[in-house]
Nanobody
Framework: QVQLVESGGGLVQPGGSLRLSCAAY????????MAWYRQAPGKERELVAT???????NNADSVKGRFTVSRDHAKNMVYLQMNSLKPEDTAVYYC????????????WGQGTQVTVSP
């Protein structure tokens, strides 16, 4: 069973920063590719960033240079550092996990709200 719990969302002014955290309750955390997605009101869920077991990362063009994804294998944690936030970053952010042996199966957290507003 896989459980993902996000935290760290909130209200921030444009140009500000937030760090999201995702606690992954899994037996073999290094076996999971981790990712952050987001969904804004009225829009489809979109991929924000991914990180492999070896900490190779890939970011969406819309967040490159502003967001950084990282993971801590000792703590089973994934982080999303978000800098230079814009109003269009407002969304519910979801943590996602996929086992490398079963990539077609995705696990999701409950989401955390990020609101960027003056």
């Amino acid at each position: 069973q896989v459980q993902l719990v996000e935290s760290g969302g909130g209200l921030v002014q444009p140009g500000g920063s937030l760090r999201l955290s995702c606690a992954a309750y899994v037996r073999t955390f290094p076996n999971y590719v981790m990712a952050w997605y987001r969904q804004a009101p009225g829009k489809e869920r979109e991929l924000v960033a991914t990180i492999t077991s070896g900490s190779s990362t890939n970011n969406a063009d819309s967040v490159k240079g502003r967001f950084t994804v990282s993971r801590d294998h000792a703590k089973n944690m994934v982080y999303l550092q978000m800098n230079s936030l814009k109003p269009e970053d407002t969304a519910v952010y979801y943590c996602n996990a996929r086992n490398i042996a079963q990539l077609n199966t995705a696990y999701w957290g409950q989401g955390t709200q990020v609101t960027v507003s003056p």
